[in-house]
């Protein structure tokens, strides 16, 4: 728990410097054009974003009841769009000021006589800064279009793999894989993602593989899903793995029986989607008489809570 505090702590603390930093570099392209209210709406994200994470860590026992997936959702989005966009300021106005501190300390050292900078090579509207600010609404544009349609814009990427000790007998074996739904990202809106649901099955496919983040934080957010997920077909067979969002570390407190349950929860969705659910396990899959192993091995980062 100290060490949770203690990373939010210095989370917020590189955040407020964020926000600091940025709104002196839009002051230094647009002087005495940006106002104040401006600068509210510029932190105003941030503030939201403070506030979420304080409400999340008082009621973070009541999850997902004290605080919905569908505003979390929003209210992440939404943050972390502002605070890329910021970052993108952040780094140019940073490279822009060292530039002019090696300028300044150049006129220091070769030209001491002459103090007159201001409207020379160090100007007020640094160009960096003012590349910053424009590449800085790409940032957003590119965000904003990911949190809100591009999430929806699925693709179908084949890719043929050849093994010198592969089966004869698996020649032409079709296989789709597909990773990292984080159902709870799409606010149980069923008609865009049934989209990709549908391309899944087109591809008329041997096995389905899941690698991994079915949700983003616990499994209630996979329950809608499930007829959905269920609905997709494999000729041999439906596998699936964890990923580190799937363990609901980043929900429940280490050990408590929520951890436990939402754990069996996620497995029973599993079983539930008619998904194998492997848990450092193996399966045979076999085709005529021959076989081959299917190895399902678990998030292999930091081991999680519900597993130690």
Do not use: C
Not at 6 to 22: E, H, Q, R
Not at 119 to 142: D, E, K, N, P, Y
Not at 150 to 159: D, I, L, N, R, S
Not at 297 to 303: D, L, T
Request: glycine share 8%.
């Amino acid at each position: 728990m100290f060490g949770f505090i203690v990373f939010i702590i210095i989370l917020l603390g590189l955040i407020v410097l964020l926000d600091w930093y940025s709104v002196k570099a839009m002051r230094r392209v647009f002087k005495s054009k940006f106002k104040r209210w401006m600068v509210y709406a510029w932190i105003s994200p941030t503030v939201l974003m403070i506030l979420f994470m304080v409400v999340f860590f008082i009621m973070r026992s009541e999850y997902p009841k004290g605080v919905s997936n569908k505003v979390a959702y929003m209210i992440s989005g939404i943050s972390f769009t502002a605070l890329a966009t910021k970052a993108t300021v952040f780094l140019f106005h940073f490279l822009d000021d060292i530039s002019n501190f090696f300028l300044w300390v150049w006129d220091k050292v070769f030209h001491p006589k002459d103090t007159n900078t201001e409207g020379g090579r160090i100007t007020r509207g640094s160009f960096l800064t003012q590349m910053g600010i424009g590449l800085s609404a790409v940032t957003f544009g590119s965000f904003a279009y990911g949190v809100t349609r591009g999430k929806y814009a699925y693709t179908v990427v084949e890719q043929p793999l050849k093994f010198k000790n592969l089966p004869i007998e698996f020649n032409g074996l079709k296989i789709i894989q597909v990773s990292d739904l984080h159902l709870g990202s799409f606010l149980e809106d069923a008609e865009p993602v049934q989209h990709g649901f549908d391309l899944i099955n087109e591809l008329n496919a041997d096995y389905i593989f899941f690698t991994g983040d079915l949700v983003n934080s616990v499994a209630e957010e996979a329950e809608y899903w499930i007829p959905f997920l269920k609905g997709l077909k494999a000729k041999r067979g439906k596998f699936s793995i964890l990923g580190n969002h799937d363990y609901g570390d980043y929900a429940f407190e280490e050990g408590s029986q929520e951890l436990i349950d939402n754990m069996d929860q996620l497995k029973r969705i599993h079983a539930d989607m008619g998904f194998d659910l492997l848990l450092n396990e193996n399966r045979k899959l076999e085709k005529d008489g021959k076989t081959i192993d299917l190895i399902g091995v678990e998030n292999w980062g930091m081991v999680p809570a519900s597993k130690r």
